[in-house]
């Protein structure tokens, strides 16, 4: 069993106040990193692959900022940063290039669960210590150093209890704007939405991906409206903000008003889903932190040092309504 950290939404927020300020550029690889695994020592630049899902979403742009500003080479790093578009072979191609190159360590944010034992085994043989940030595998434990992320299934069910106890007593028509499929947020989400609304009024009628893109959350709901009609739908979940975002233009398109006619929950509380929020347009949000970047270069330090590390480092989210998110909006990092 896995140890299990949580760590405050403030504290997090402190520790990477100036993720937003970070590099407009990605690094170039370089060669001042030493041999793989043998990073870390004093004084010594540490080489590391980060392989981020792509910029799919608000959310996915301050995660980026955040680790780049963290993986800088003021803080004593060598960041080689490839952003693999939400193509899963892309991503695993790029672990494998950092493995070619020996950098030091290696951090994923993986775009899905499965498939990752072949690439994780071969950086284990290569002695190259693999951070997981943000999403999770299915692979063996022993594949991978450490994690650090959210607790999405926990989002999920916060988000499920407040429709649970909004709409649980009525008869509410349900459509879910889903993540990306296989990924590890929009699978537990679901879960945890799912476990919490279970036994109330709350009738799911469709559930689609819209693959965590407001472009994506927009085409999905226009599908929904086309099928069922304004009157036929009371409440969104959509399991990002962008999504929520994208949800909204189609309802406005439609003639009807987000928040009023059709409720919304959302998952992320970036900036503009805050913002749509306090606007009225968005009902609820469930927080899910992108400022992970001190924590996972944390985390590298230690491990290539050989120091004992948590395997399971959660960040504690928050949630919001009109009037919480007016009050945090003036001071949100992202």
Known sequence: MMKKRFISTIAIAGAAAMALTACSSDPEPGASGSAAGGGGGDGEVITVGFAQTGSESGWRSANTDSMKEAFSAENGFDLIFNAADNDTAAQITAVRSFINQGVDAIVIAPIVEDGWDDVLTEAKNAGIPVILEDRTVSSPEDLYA????????????????????????????????????????????????????EGTMIEKIDSQTGDFTRDGGKSVMEGFLQNYGVDGIDLVYAHNDDMALGAIEAIEAAGAVPGEDIKIISIDAVHDGMQALVDGKINYIVECNPLLGELAAGLVKDVLAGNDVERTVYVEDQAFDQAAAEAALPDRKY
Request: hydrophobic share 45%.
């Open 146 to 197: 450490a994690w650090v992320g959210l607790d999405f299934e926990k989002e999920g069910t916060m988000a499920g209890e407040w429709a649970a106890a909004e709409f649980g007593d009525t008869e509410t028509k349900m459509v879910v704007l889903e993540g990306t499929t296989g990924s590890a947020p929009a699978n537990d989400r679901a879960t945890g939405f799912d476990a919490a609304i």
